[in-house]
């Protein structure tokens, strides 16, 4: 008797059988026998609503660690398998990859790409290291208060892949007048892969230019991908919390992003330049004399003369970029009336401000050519028509589409987290969490979040462990 209504509850869920082991077939094409192993081993855990939402959740950790699958197909699967368990309808999850938020997302890189194409940000980089100074202390805090305002409007790739040409520009060359060196020469002609090992200066200005991109990119909310999945789970969670704005963010991220940059600059010169030693063997490492200094100035002049002037093109994506912020910072400020505010009876979402000035972008010529179409003299009326400040082409090719998927997976697990009672059972199971301070937890988490960054893509990490942390309050 036993037995028969044991198969008869089986017998209900051999369509979810189905869509998992169709699911598993896929897995041997990658040859990794371990991720079939892993599919089957979570397999029982469907016969229920909330650990079938946690096999899904499990399955998708498991397959964004080992990278069999792309990462963003991997995000994919709560379309498949949320509709077929039964755990969202496919209305729901397919709302969570194409929304505000990842309009925002979309918006934000087409912004990103725009300085990178008008070269803007290397303007601006080449400017704050001049007005700095020539010395190497000065020099150094130049490039890392450089890198960190670029990669809170950029990629933090892009603004470090920016800034290493230019610095070792200039290290070259003051190795070439003789003041100081680039690389210690220890190749050994017998080891084909032997090469140069950086000296302590080089070591200071690249660790320096790193972390100084990470700090910038948690500056602002789209200055990386994982800040706007923290927004988006974090409200999709806490559906009673106020949203997120852009101005809350960096008011709250952009003086630690800054603090952290400064700390860096005093440790690097201390371990890397003698400052704790004063008559130790780097003591003199800053003093790279008049000669030096020349040097220097002379290459970030030749650097930035290589630009021109200021183009056109550069003006308008600048005036572009700074009606964004300015229409994000005034959206909803909070001490005063904000614009969004004097239009009634209409609920403007985060993203249509930048949309707007994204349409505006691609109107705008990004030169004055098209002013000489009524000119009489023949030469200077346009050829041709003139193009905008930003071309579509360009942005098919740069941005990451997969960071949607990404992102919108991230929103649908917290979704189907709360709305299968799987969000309950982790509350339950996590009672003894919950009684050590607030402190001890955020511990805990940087431990575990810390160590689990050496595995795992940092926004496949966010997407894992947002969610889980949530459902703990």
Known sequence: MEMNIYMKKLSKWNGYYLVTYILMLMAPLTGLVSDIAFANILLPFILIMESRCGYVVLLMAGYWVTECLPLPMTALMPIVLFPCLNILSIKDTCECYMNDLVMYFIGSQILAIAIEHSKLHLRVALKIMQVFGYTHKRLLAGTILATTFLSMWITSATATAMMVPIVLTILSELERVDIGKVFHNLRNPEDANSGPIPTKVTMAYLLGMAYAATFGGTATLFGTATNLVFKGIFEQVFLCAPKIGFDQWMLYSAPLAYANAFITWLY?????????????????????????????????????????????????????????????????????????????????????????????????????????????????????????????????????????????????????????????????SMTPVQSLSAFDVLV??????????????EIARANIMLPVVASMY
């Open 268 to 428: 690097l010169i201390v371990m890397y330049f003698g400052e704790v030693e004063p008559n130790g063997h780097y003591a003199s490492i800053d003093t790279i004399g008049s000669e030096g200094a020349n040097t220097v100035k002379r290459v970030l002049k030749e650097k930035y003369d290589d630009l021109g002037k200021v183009t056109t093109h550069e003006v308008g994506v600048a005036i572009t970029y700074i009606t964004v912020v300015v229409l994000l910072l005034t959206r909803k400020p909070g001490f005063a009336t904000g614009w969004v505010d004097i239009i009634p009876g209409r609920k403007i979402p985060e993203s249509a401000p930048m949309i707007l000035v994204l349409l505006l972008m691609f109107l705008i010529p990004r030169d004055l050519n098209f002013l000489n179409i009524c000119s009489t003299d023949e030469n200077k009326i346009p050829k041709a028509p003139s193009k905008s400040l930003i071309a579509w082409k360009l942005v098919e090719t740069k941005i990451p589409w997969g960071l949607m998927f990404l992102l919108g997976a991230g929103v649908a697990m917290s979704q189907a987290i709360k709305k299968s009672g799987l969000a309950e059972t982790l509350e339950k």
């Open 444 to 457: 805990i988490v940087c431990i575990i979040v810390g160590t689990i960054t050496e595995v795992t893509p």
